[in-house]
């Protein structure tokens, strides 16, 4: 009896062992890219290719730098304080191109910039608009993606008459990650 307790627990370690840390990201990882060409219509794909601008770029808040989209968050803050925008843009895979709907985006993204508070130096003002009432956060951390760099999509494809589109799954958000960010998270 004893044994079967010992082996039990010592399955139900290595299964956690197995198990920690995967994450949404892990999963988007371990997903086969589908070439755009080749994906269905309805079918929630991993798709790689460039992030290519249908408009005119943004620029990062702090830098300036001309991107795709960006995220900017406080660090050293009590409440999660952060912001981003996204530009109007396309995955393209092989000449094919997808419009992404970048309202429900979750981003992780490999450029970033971090800023950290030295005694008596205020926030840039694109940070303190982040700040709330009673933050005194450490600095900033600014991430961006770049026009033509190389990204991988998950999302939904839907055909219209406007074309291809990657949307938010149903019950997900639509994440996008820089291949480069992805692949070096561990």
């Known amino acids: 009896m004893f044994l079967c307790l010992l082996i039990a627990l010592g399955a ?5 062992l197995a198990l920690k840390g995967r994450t949404a990201w ?10 755009l060409s080749e ?9 790689c290719g460039r992030a290519v601008l249908a408009g005119a770029p943004l620029r990062t808040p702090v830098q ?15 409440q999660p304080r952060a912001t981003g925008d996204w530009a109007a843009f396309e995955v393209q895979d092989a000449g094919v191109k997808a419009r992404v709907d970048s309202g429900q985006l979750e981003p992780l ?24 009432p009673g933050d005194a956060p450490t600095g900033w ?7 033509d760099e190389p990204v991988t999509v998950k ?14 799954p149903e019950g997900e ?6 291949l480069e960010r992805l692949t070096r998270r561990r």
């Open 26 to 35: 892990d999963a988007l990882e371990a997903m086969p890219v589908t070439p």
């Open 12 to 16: 139900s370690w290595l299964l956690w």
């Open 64 to 78: 300036g730098r001309p991107c795709v989209g960006y995220r900017l968050e406080l660090t050293g803050t009590k």
């Open 141 to 147: 951390r600014e991430s961006w993606v770049e026009a």
């Open 39 to 47: 994906a269905a219509d309805g079918a929630v794909v991993r798709v």
């Open 109 to 132: 993204l490999a450029r970033t910039y971090e800023g950290r508070l030295a005694p008596g130096v205020p926030l840039p003002a694109a940070a303190a608009a982040l700040a709330g």
């Open 173 to 178: 958000p639509l994440r996008l990650s820089t």
């Open 155 to 168: 999302g939904q494809l839907v055909h219209s008459s406007e074309g291809p589109r990657l949307a938010a």
